[in-house]
């Protein structure tokens, strides 16, 4: 198999919206990934921060096997033991409380929050929603017209609801548009599309308590922050607040497709009977690869390996002098290399060159989520790397002197 020949497949096979990516992947294991023509990278990506075990993890592998032999799919008009250990699973990791519904993906997790907050809306006279400019809460109809990117969300509105778009960050600005007309609030504890960007110390604070002040519902979309990805099973915990709403996804199922909503206190009692479903929800192969995701985090103390691996590799990286690169932010593994404004296709290229995936999330910045797994020998492999990766940067940014007009005089 040809990675050009693939290449062209898809191009003429799929929809154009994800354009064709440059790298064929055929295989991997723990954090390595390898590609059509042969080619080893470090995987600091982790398919958009969902690997939380690396890749051919043996007891993902065996409770995902295991289960398709047995019973692969039940429908939500059957109850099956591995959605209910997870459903479990996680109110524990949640302190013991909390009602939860399984999806298939972020967006959907959103949607089901969506949903129970226009619930509570209407039972309460509270008519509009608010949400962070730059925000990103998924693709379908409903988590777009909460997500805070004008590119991503204009060409398909206007929406059925009225969303208010606050900075992020800016907990006055959040308490000026907070309401008891708002029924709810979206937030992201840092903000991962945008480019891994954290909010000052205290705002979930801050929110939680403007929430409480007027009795709004805060919803923390934690779809790629929770599940160890900042060394805290929910980033949420970092600032010790509760959201009435928690939504998760990507790291959860480890590669299988889920995504979770969980109420907490009386937003776990919105739902009426026939109110929210869905065919593949609570799907035990997704529930068994889920609860080894957690089982394996717990075992091996992945938590304080995601915080110890990622100081080490935000302060090397940190320590890098070079001028595409301005700062490095993000917490645990979950980080950002911010450079100058246009360099992140360049350096991810360059990345990928010297053997190393990571994601040109914003113009101005790569992000690096990979493996919870990930060692110190190689988050140090990166950083040792890094400097030259920019070198090898700025040298194809550089404009091709054939190509430059004719100096004027
Ligand atoms: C990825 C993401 C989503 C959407 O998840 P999908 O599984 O792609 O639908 C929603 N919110 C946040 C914060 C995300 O990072």
Request: charged share 20%; proline share 6%; aromatic share 8%.
């Amino acid at each position: 198999m040809s990675a050009g020949d693939l290449r062209k497949r898809y191009e003429a096979a799929f929809m154009p919206n994800y354009g064709v990516p440059p790298v064929v992947l055929t295989s991997g294991h723990g954090c390595v990934v390898w590609d059509a023509d042969g080619n080893e990278y470090l995987d600091l990506i982790a398919g958009i921060a969902v690997s939380s075990l690396g890749h051919a993890h043996e007891e993902l592998g065996e409770a995902v096997a295991n289960q398709v032999m047995s019973l692969a799919h039940t429908s939500n008009l059957f109850i099956n033991e591995q959605e209910v250990v997870l459903a479990e699973k996680l109110r524990e990791l949640l302190g013991g409380e909390g009602r939860v519904f399984l999806a298939n993906s972020g967006t959907e997790a959103n949607e089901c929050a969506l949903k129970l907050a226009i619930k509570y809306g209407k039972a309460n006279e509270r008519t509009y929603f608010v949400a962070a400019e730059n925000g990103f809460h998924g693709r379908s109809m409903g988590a777009l017209s909460l997500t805070g990117k004008r590119s991503i969300r204009e060409p398909f509105g206007p929406f059925a609801i009225d969303v208010r778009f606050v900075p992020y960050g800016d907990a006055e600005a959040l308490r000026a548009a907070v309401t008891d007309e708002c029924a709810a609030v979206f937030l992201e504890p840092a903000q991962g599309e945008a480019g891994v960007v954290p909010p000052p110390d205290g705002y979930f604070a801050a929110v939680r308590q403007i929430c409480d002040a007027t009795g709004t519902l805060f919803v923390a979309d934690e779809i790629q922050s929770a599940i160890g990805r900042t060394g805290a099973w929910f980033a949420h915990q970092h600032e010790g607040v509760r959201p009435d709403i928690l939504t998760l996804a990507k790291g959860l199922g480890g590669g299988l497709p889920i995504g979770a909503c969980v109420g907490f206190g009386p937003a776990g009692e919105l739902f009426a009977k026939g109110d929210h479903g869905t065919t593949f929800g609570g799907n035990p192969v997704a529930a068994a690869a889920a609860l080894a995701v957690l089982w394996t985090i717990e075992k091996e103390n992945l938590l304080d390996n995601v915080a110890a691996v990622g100081t080490l590799l935000k302060d090397g990286l940190a320590a890098v002098e070079h001028p595409l690169l301005t700062g490095v932010r993000g917490r645990g593994l979950w980080l950002a290399a911010v450079l100058t404004p246009g360099a992140a296709p360049a350096v991810e290229a360059a990345a990928r060159e010297a053997g190393f995936l990571v994601n040109a999330v914003q113009p101005d910045a790569i992000r690096i989520a990979p493996p919870l797994i990930l060692t110190p020998q190689q988050a140090r492999s990166f950083v040792d790397a890094f400097p030259a990766i920019l070198d090898a940067a700025a040298g194809a940014m550089k404009p091709n002197p054939e190509a430059e007009p004719p100096k004027e005089n």
